[in-house]
């Protein structure tokens, strides 16, 4: 079963940038959606972005315009450029399957802190 690790977050100021990374153990071309979702102390988890296997995106109305999800197939990987970060976007960032969970399993997600 194909395994995914995130990796890239860290903390960043109101208005800088963080490039998330996701890297699977296996071939992703099967899996026809994946998507980057978040959770914040206290809150869900939700589905930010997602990207199918032929190319289309999607984006969570509160990250539209400043997130850009970019899927590979061959690298077998899965990117989220977050640009404008805000307070509001400090959560643990996981990668997935959509829907989720790819083997019934979520990795360790990437803590994303976005402060002044």
């Known amino acids: 079963q194909v395994q995914l690790v995130e990796s890239g977050g860290g903390l960043v100021q109101p208005g800088g940038s963080l490039r998330l990374s996701c890297a699977a153990s296996?071939?992703?071309?099967?899996?026809?959606?994946l998507g980057w979702y978040r959770q914040a102390p206290g809150k869900q988890r939700e589905v930010v972005a997602r990207?199918?296997?032929?190319?289309?995106?999607n984006y969570a109305d509160s990250v539209k315009g400043r997130f850009t999800i970019s899927r590979d197939n061959a690298k077998n990987t899965v990117t989220l450029q977050m640009n404008s970060l805000k307070p509001g976007d400090t959560a643990v960032y996981y990668c997935?399957?959509?829907?989720?969970?790819?083997?019934?399993?979520w990795g360790q997600g990437s803590q994303v802190a976005v402060s002044s």
């Open positions: 296996g071939s992703i071309f099967s899996i026809n959606a």
């Open positions: 997935n399957a959509v829907p989720p969970p790819l083997g019934g399993k």
């Open positions: 990207a199918t296997r032929g190319g289309t995106t």
